[in-house]
């Protein structure tokens, strides 16, 4: 085949083959430029947060060693009074499947103020030091309340404005304690517990709680929608801090670790050395001393007789706030008070505190019980009704029956008791608030 002097057998144009391969050697350079960039901007202090999170990935349970803590003294230590029937029931082999698919590391009963069952799995211990995640939101209403009885916070309707002038009025509306409370503070807080991104993961993994918190921008009008959001639990927080003239960590374990007589101190991570507690979540303890705060909510803020917390505050705080729309639902809010979640099951009114591995205290006050579970997950899905995980069923169907059981034993372990019955339920002060 004769051919030209400047063709190709191949068809290509003369020169095409280099500009290929000149292509081909910037490809790489590009790509070598941008990792570098990156991984520059990695490095640069305000992505400290994403440092973390890319290289602890999730949240987990037990990952208080990586956080600088803060102690909350336990004050005046005290065990669990033992019931006559502690550990004699077990629970219900149905139900075993299910508390090992969730990765349950701890499960507590208590009833009429003894300890009645305790579980314990993977090597955890009544002394072993769990995150309570978002029920240390409860935890901080509680404080809430005691500073009111104190006089350093007014009432809940003392504007936000008097400690953050930043948080004013939005349409004339100002901004109160009580839409802090409450979860309808109107700010822009997005909460989101997979975006490498979200303002809940810079909590959780940075090193600024202030910055992230005094950055919210209010673009609603407070006190119409319930949006739950951490970054509004963090602004409590810091007006504690500021009426109070104390860090969080020693206002509760003055006011509310020590007089309950948790039996260990607790641990509140923080955002960096000497910093500021991740109050919105991030209080590390164990499942005996978690059932206290339990136990102080049935007694209606009572412990040994003394008033811990009002008991008209607590009233209020387990009463749901039906004025607020449950926005991500859009329909009236029967499942939120003061930081503190609310559901009903066969019959049964309940508070509860709550966090997102599936860490619950449950007080169930017609049965005067409570009921902690810790562990590594909870249910992705919801009940239908009352929007709560589903594997809160799980945790209440097995102390039902628990509770039941042990009511058959006091029967039938109980002349006296066979011919003259208690009453159907013992009711606790808060029974009666609830109903």
């Not at 520059?40 to 400290?48: A, D, E, K, Q, R």
Request: aromatic share 12%.
């Amino acid at each position: 085949m004769k051919l030209k002097k400047s063709g190709r057998v191949d068809g290509r144009a003369p020169g095409a083959s280099g500009r290929r391969s000149g292509c081909a050697k910037r490809v790489p350079v590009v790509m070598i430029v941008v990792l570098f960039m990156a991984g520059i901007g990695l490095f640069w202090p305000s992505n400290y947060y994403i440092r973390r999170a890319l290289v602890h990935l999730m949240p987990k349970i037990d990952q208080y060693p990586i956080f600088e803590n803060r102690i909350v003294e336990a004050g005046d230590p005290q065990s669990w009074p033992l019931s006559e029937y502690y550990n004699k029931s077990s629970i219900p082999d149905k139900y075993i499947g299910d508390f090992n698919k969730y990765g349950t590391v701890a499960y507590a009963i208590i009833q009429n103020g003894t300890l009645l069952f305790e579980q314990y799995w993977e090597n955890y211990s009544p002394q072993s030091h769990s995150n309570s995640f978002s029920m240390a939101k409860s935890i901080v209403s509680f404080a809430v309340g005691c500073a009111i009885d104190d006089g350093a916070i007014e009432n809940v309707d003392q504007p936000v404005g008097d400690f953050f002038p930043q948080f004013g009025r939005y349409n004339g509306k100002p901004m109160t304690i009580r839409h802090l409370l409450t979860m309808s503070a109107g700010v822009d807080f997005q909460e989101a517990y997979t975006s490498l991104f979200s303002p809940t993961t810079q909590l959780y993994y940075g090193n600024n709680l202030e910055k992230i918190v005094t950055g919210m921008k209010q673009i609603e009008e407070p006190g119409v929608n319930f949006i739950y959001q951490s970054g509004v639990t963090q602004l409590l927080a810091f007006i504690l801090e500021k009426a109070t003239g104390e860090n969080i960590s020693s206002y509760v374990s003055r006011k509310i670790w020590t007089p309950i007589q948790a039996e260990e101190n607790a641990l509140w991570s923080l955002d960096r050395k000497d910093g500021i507690e991740k109050a919105y979540c991030c209080f590390n303890s164990n499942a005996r001393d978690f059932a206290r705060l339990g136990q102080l909510v049935l007694n209606a803020g009572k412990w040994n007789g003394k008033q811990v917390i009002p008991q008209a505050y607590l009233t209020e705080a387990t009463t749901a706030h039906n004025d607020l729309i449950f926005k991500k639902h859009e329909e009236v809010n029967r499942h939120y008070g003061y930081q503190i979640w609310l559901l009903e099951k066969n019959g049964l009114k309940i508070p509860y505190l709550r966090g997102i591995k599936g860490q619950y205290v449950f007080i169930i006050p017609d049965k005067n019980a409570v009921v902690v579970r810790l562990g590594h997950k909870r249910s992705d899905s919801e009940a239908e009704e009352w929007h709560y995980p589903a594997d809160i069923d799980l945790w209440l169907d097995a102390a039902l029956e628990m509770l039941d059981e042990a009511a058959c034993e006091k029967i039938s372990f109980s002349p006296h008791q066979a011919a003259h019955p208690a009453p159907a339920h013992r009711r606790s002060l808060l029974s009666a608030v609830l109903r």
